[in-house]
């Protein structure tokens, strides 16, 4: 029998683009035990929109991603939890490829993807993505002694969320939720980077202006906080350390 997997979705007035991403969670070819939608203070039909569709909705009055993404993995019931965003845009056998993944690798703790930018004009569309990704996933490697998990397309096991839950730093709504949760997973974790795993994702803040110069704030931000418990060599001294017993291979 699949894995159960519980999806989460943090969103604050995100009712068309919710409504497009819970139509495609609906073709799943397999489909989840649940998808849980945090309501992060929605003045608009957010709510209605998941409802709708048969999604369980957390409210999260505490402002941010990181509270709202925080309160949806506490509230995950699945074996897996599975994060998307309300603009993301799975294709029909996503899922099945999540649950495969960890069912064919027990050791597996973390999975994360890539994405198509599918509003950004199409001879820029693809290179955003792959220059974007790519400096993402080799800058917080570097950073975190680990591959990071990206929000738009990840998924972890909920013993591993439970085990860190209490270490995210969910009150701080100027953070990247998804790389702080990468650094409290421990430089240990064994995260596996799919690059096939694709979802459409919207490159809205990667157009300049102020949405992207918060997004770089809110890296610099989400690596002074962290480095601050632990640095990048004291990481790197922990990956590359000898393996506790009992540890599983890292990745």
Not at 187 to 215: A, F, I
Request: with cysteine; proline share 9%; charged share 25%.
């Amino acid at each position: 029998m699949p894995l159960t997997l519980s999806v989460v979705i943090p969103a604050k007035d995100d009712a068309p683009a919710l409504e497009r991403c819970l139509t495609l969670l609906d073709a799943q070819t397999l489909p989840p035990l649940e998808v849980v939608v945090v309501d992060n203070g929605s003045r608009d039909s957010t709510a209605e929109v998941a409802l709708a569709h048969g999604a369980r909705v957390v409210p999260e009055p505490a402002r941010g991603i990181p509270a709202a993404a925080a309160t949806g993995y506490d509230a995950a019931r699945g074996e897996v939890v599975v994060r998307c965003d309300a603009d993301s845009r799975p294709p029909a056998d996503w899922l099945v490829r999540i649950a495969r993944a960890f069912e064919d690798s027990p050791e597996l703790e973390a999975l994360t993807g890539s994405g198509d930018f599918y509003d950004l004009p199409p001879g820029r569309s693809r290179l955003h993505g792959r220059l974007y990704l790519w400096s993402y996933y080799v800058t917080m490697h570097a950073a975190l002694a680990h591959r990071p998990l990206w929000g738009s397309n990840m998924a972890m096991r909920r013993s591993r969320w439970e085990a860190v839950s209490a270490e995210v730093h969910r009150t701080d709504p100027e953070l990247h939720d998804d790389v702080d949760l990468s650094f409290v997973l421990g430089p240990r974790l064994v995260v596996r980077y799919d690059p096939t795993l694709r979802v459409g994702v919207s490159g809205r803040s990667l157009q300049g202006g102020e949405l992207l110069r918060r997004r770089f704030r809110r890296a610099f931000r989400t690596l002074a906080v962290n480095w601050r418990d632990t640095p990048p060599w004291s990481r790197w001294a922990q990956r590359l350390g000898p393996a506790r017993a009992g540890s599983p291979p890292r990745a």
